[in-house]
């Protein structure tokens, strides 16, 4: 079984004012039964986490974002959505972990940001399960996000997290890892004082104790749709790649989120 963990639970300070949690903002349209509709920006990492075989999805969401709980509801497609709470805004770290009990270590688990866009749609399919392995992105400015180190058989060396002049222009858009690594970095975290907030931190003081992680350079094109600026730049981006808007998976049409009040069948 194969988890989609989308943590959800930050503000979303750098857009707002909105009168709704920004996972939800319009980004491109979707197809709704022959209808054209507006399409939220966090279906498009639902939509690659689909393409990558995700058989279970988990929004890490605030208590006060019930309104991503009434959007999807109980299942998509063929994966079934559950939602845990993030009871304060303790960073990514504390938002993945959430998620640890729930999660078998036989068990795959992607985790994607759902107010990025990204293309290939299916690039996620070239991260090992078997593996923690990271999807990279050339970025013009990666100062602005998790810039990634590789040595030359791209096993990652270092996360740069915001770093001025960085030493790579590839960036992490998602990653991908076993349930038992999941669980080997939920310990590291929790036996750290103070604890990460940020991801990159944390895999670097797991690469000093010996682990490893893959760095695949399988992205083409990667906006963070959290800024005014990033938000106009998603729309050019869809526009430049002709996305169909809809959610397919292989040749099947993946229908919008289905409106259920259990996830009980």
Not at 185 to 203: F, M, N, S, V
Not at 221 to 237: H, I, K, Q, W
Request: glycine share 8%; aromatic share 8%.
């Amino acid at each position: 079984m194969t988890w989609g963990i989308i943590p959800a639970a930050g503000a979303g300070t750098r857009i707002q004012p909105l009168a709704f949690s920004k996972e939800l903002l319009p980004v491109g349209s979707r197809f709704d039964t022959g209808t054209e509709r507006p399409r939220a920006v966090s279906e498009h990492i639902v939509e690659r986490m689909l393409l990558a075989g995700a058989t279970k999805l988990c929004f890490v969401i605030s208590p006060e974002k019930a309104d991503i709980i009434k959007y999807y509801a109980g299942r998509i497609g063929a994966a079934r959505i559950c939602y845990l709470v993030q009871p304060q805004p303790a960073g990514l770290c504390d938002a993945i972990f959430q998620t640890a009990p729930f999660v078998a270590p036989s068990e795959d688990v992607i985790i994607g940001l759902p107010d990025t866009l990204w293309f290939p749609t299916d690039a996620l399919r070239h991260l090992p399960a078997d593996t923690l392995s990271f999807l990279l992105f050339p970025v013009s400015h990666p100062e602005l996000f998790d810039a990634v180190v590789l040595d030359a058989s791209d096993q990652v060396v270092e996360i740069q997290v915001k770093r001025p002049h960085p030493g790579s222009s590839w960036v992490w858009g998602a990653f991908r890892m076993p349930g038992h690594t999941l669980h080997a970095l939920y310990q590291l975290w929790c036996a750290r004082e103070p604890r990460d907030e940020y991801i990159g931190t944390l895999i670097n003081a797991y690469l000093a104790l010996g682990g490893r992680a893959l760095g695949v350079k399988a992205g083409d094109a990667y906006v963070d749709v959290g800024t005014l600026n990033g938000y106009r730049e998603a729309n050019l981006l869809l526009q430049r790649q002709s996305d169909v808007n809809v959610l397919r998976l292989g040749d099947d049409v993946v229908p919008a989120p289905a409106k259920l009040t259990s996830l009980v069948p």
